[in-house]
């Protein structure tokens, strides 16, 4: 007898569309076919531009998540409010006391900065932002001291921000700080005063109207400005190495953007405010929707910066992120190593000296965290950075003489320091005596072992190691 044939259940609408969003995400998010990123042609190559694209999205959705952009950008809103009329005394002070006769429209500069740069365009808001940094520039000389300091602070918020962004430390004082702090204040009063100043000439000279007669050409120029402000921002900010080709991608977007974001927002809070806002809050409600305006316009800018982040580190970003590998600082002494060992196995064997972008791919980590290892290792000249036909680096000295030890002490040495111990305090002389003991357990551990000595272990013949051995 001939059992019935079994019906297989349908699936619902339900799990077919999620199998089906499963497969075509695992389809534009394959890293494997990143392989043949060099070799493909024509459909694979579009497939490959496919996946880089989702991939690159994805990794900076996870970026900005793990920094926390938005609860950023909530408090450089709250610190730009603060020094946003110190900011604009600032400029007008640059732009009266040393291009007056340039910029012969002093006051409608003002108000064209501000149209640009104001993230909610709203004409009271500008006309009253204007009038204030009139009124501040009567300050006395300790008023101006001031808002230099409060101005200043701003600008170290978002350079601390930036550098989080990137996973590196300051490694600017002062006096860098304070020359950087100038020329911004020099240059970017100059620049927007010069594109306004041209955008005035084209209107008023006949001959340029002629070719530049199309409305366009007077909306472009603002977001001119704003990417070549965006991309220096981002250029020159971070305490890393950013390529130009990274920073212009991300001034590229933040700039668009924030132009599209000003349209929009204006757009919805023109409505908002003469309607059954403007009822609750009353005038207060303008200053309401401009911190909201600030905030989003942070948000732009750090995603901004997390663009030309992800866009150097993409590929290290991923290996990371298939490692489960996290670029923090706990992991500095064990890419430490690893790079001091392979940099030192180079070298010996007479091989091109590794650069810090072959050194993350080989090892499986990020850029940036591969910048900041090498950078502690070259500032104990534990290593060398050659420049020439070929960037790479190379050990500081012989190979025999750079202790495992001495590694440990520059990348975990800040840690164990301790203040100036005051007389009579025995907890503080028990804990230095503490720090004592597990430098003495560390030094008879490594028993004076050095990256020589490891290279031969791991890579010579075991002739070579079982004489070594014998020497030591």
């Known amino acids: 007898m001939v059992d019935p044939p079994v019906e297989v259940p349908r699936r619902s609408l339900r799990d077919r569309f ?14 494997a076919v990143l392989l043949y990123r060099r070799e493909a042609h024509g459909r694979r190559r579009a497939r490959i531009l496919l996946v880089e694209f989702f991939l690159f999205v994805r990794e900076l959705s996870r970026e900005f998540y793990t920094i926390e952009g938005t609860s950023r950008a909530a408090s450089l809103a709250y610190t730009t409010l603060l020094s946003l009329i110190p900011l604009l005394v600032a400029f007008t002070q640059v732009l009266q006391q040393y291009f007056k006769t340039l910029f012969p429209n002093f006051q409608s500069q003002i108000d064209n900065i501000l149209n640009v740069v104001i993230p909610y365009q709203s004409p009271v808001l500008t006309y009253h932002l204007a009038r204030f940094a009139e009124n501040a520039q009567a300050a006395s000389t300790f008023g101006v001291i001031v808002f230099i300091v409060i101005a200043f602070r701003l600008f170290l918020a978002v350079e601390a921000t930036i550098n989080q962004i990137w996973k590196v430390r300051s490694n600017r004082g002062y006096r860098q700080k304070i020359m950087a702090f100038t020329m911004l204040f020099f240059w970017g009063p100059v620049l927007m005063g010069l594109s306004f100043t041209s955008t005035n000439m084209l209107e008023r000279n006949r001959l340029l109207r002629f070719f530049f007669q199309h409305d366009i050409t007077f909306r472009i120029v603002p977001i001119i400005v ?12 971070p305490s890393a190495r950013v390529r130009f080709s990274a920073a212009a991608v991300g001034g590229l977007f933040t700039a668009m953007l924030f132009s599209l974001v000003r349209f929009l927002f204006g757009f919805y809070a023109e409505r908002l405010v003469h309607g059954r806002f403007n009822l609750i809050y009353g005038t207060l409600g303008l200053a309401i929707i401009f911190l909201i305006a600030i905030e989003v316009m942070w948000v732009v800018i750090l995603l901004g910066v997390e663009i030309s982040y992800v866009y ?13 590998v996290e670029d923090q600082p706990r992991f500095d002494l064990y890419f430490a190593l690893r790079a001091l060992i392979e940099i030192a196995r180079r070298f010996e064997r007479r091989e091109d000296a590794p650069s810090s972008y072959r050194l993350a791919e080989q090892l499986g980590t990020t850029d940036s965290q591969m910048l900041r290892v090498l950078a ?31 590694v440990v002490l520059t990348m975990e040495g800040g840690y164990r320091v301790m203040p100036e111990i005051t007389p009579g305090d025995r907890e503080a002389a028990a804990i230095s005596e503490l720090f004592e003991r597990l430098k003495q357990s560390t030094r008879t551990a490594l028993d004076r072992l050095s990256v020589g000595q490891i290279v031969r272990e791991l890579y010579a013949p075991r002739a070579a190691r079982t004489e070594d051995r014998a020497s030591r």
């Open 18 to 31: 999620l199998a089906a969003r499963t497969y075509f995400w695992s389809w534009v998010t394959d890293p």
């Open 312 to 324: 150097q580190n993409l590929y290290g970003v991923l290996r990371a992120s298939e490692r489960q």
């Open 226 to 237: 704003l990417f070549i402000a965006f991309t220096m921002l981002f250029w020159l900010v």
């Open 376 to 406: 502690k290792l070259e500032d104990a000249k534990l290593v060398k950075e050659i420049r020439g036909d070929w960037t790479g680096f190379v050990p500081g000295c012989d190979p025999d003489r750079i202790s495992i030890e001495e």
